[in-house]
C-alpha cells in the first residue's frame, strides 16, 4: 500500500508530539534531579552543622574536664604537701618523744648511754644513710630507726641500713652494733619480725616509751 502525503504528515505530527513529550519529559528529569540535588546539599549543609555543633561540644566538655583534671591535681598536690609536712612535724614529734627514753631504757639492759644524737647523716659515693637515733657508748653503737607505723617492710629496710653502717660510719667499726626499731603502732606482726632479727622493739607505754623485748632477749650484734 502506497502512503499518501497525508499518511507522511500524520507521522511527522506523531514524531513532533513523541519529540515534545521527550523534551517535557527531559525537563521533568532535569528539574527533580536539581531539587534532589538541592535536597541533598541542603542535608549535607545540615549534616555538617550538625556535626561542627558537636565537635564544638565535645571540645568544651574536654577542656572543661581538662580543667577539672587540672584543678583536681592541683587540690591534692596541695593536700600531699599538707599531709607530707605534717607526717614530717608527727615523726619529728615520735623522735623527740622516743630519744629522750634512750636514755633510761637502754641503761636498764645494761648499755649505758653516754650520747644519744638525732638524724645522723652520712654521704658515701653519691649514698646517703640516715639514722634517726643513734645511742653510743665507749663499747656499743646503737641505731634506732622511728616510725609512726611501723611495718614488716621498714624492718627489712632498716636492717639493709644496718648491714651498711660500718661502711658509713667506720669511726665506730671496734663498737658492737645493736638495732632498734620504734613505733606508736606496729603493724602485721612488725614487732615480732624484728624481734626474731635481733632487733630491740620500742613502742608507747604510757605517756613514755618502752622496750617490748622480755629480759632474757639478747640482741644481735651487726
Known sequence: ??????????????????????????????????????????RFKET????????????????????RFK?????????SKEIGALGGRWGRFVENMVAPACETIFASRGIPVHQVSQRVKKKLDHKTLEIDILVTNENHVLAVEIKSSLSVE??????????????????????????????????????????????YVLTQAGETVGIVNGDSFQPKSW
Open 71 to 79: 584543678q583536681t591535681d592541683k587540690q591534692i598536690s596541695r593536700l
Open 48 to 67: 555538617e552543622q550538625l556535626l561542627k555543633q558537636q565537635s564544638e561540644e565535645t571540645d568544651r566538655r574536654f577542656k572543661e574536664t581538662d580543667r
Open 1 to 42: 500500500m502506497t502512503a499518501t502525503i497525508d499518511d507522511v504528515w500524520a507521522i511527522l505530527a506523531e514524531v513532533t508530539k513523541k519529540q515534545a513529550e521527550l523534551v517535557e519529559a527531559q525537563k521533568e528529569t532535569k528539574e527533580l534531579l536539581k531539587q534532589q540535588s538541592q535536597e541533598t546539599d541542603r
Open 154 to 199: 621498714d624492718v627489712k629496710e632498716f636492717i639493709e641500713d644496718l648491714k651498711e653502717f660500718r661502711e658509713f660510719f667506720p669511726e665506730y667499726h671496734q663498737k658492737q652494733l645493736y638495732g632498734a626499731v620504734a613505733g606508736i603502732e606496729l603493724e602485721g606482726g612488725a614487732d615480732k619480725y624484728a624481734y626474731r632479727q635481733g632487733l
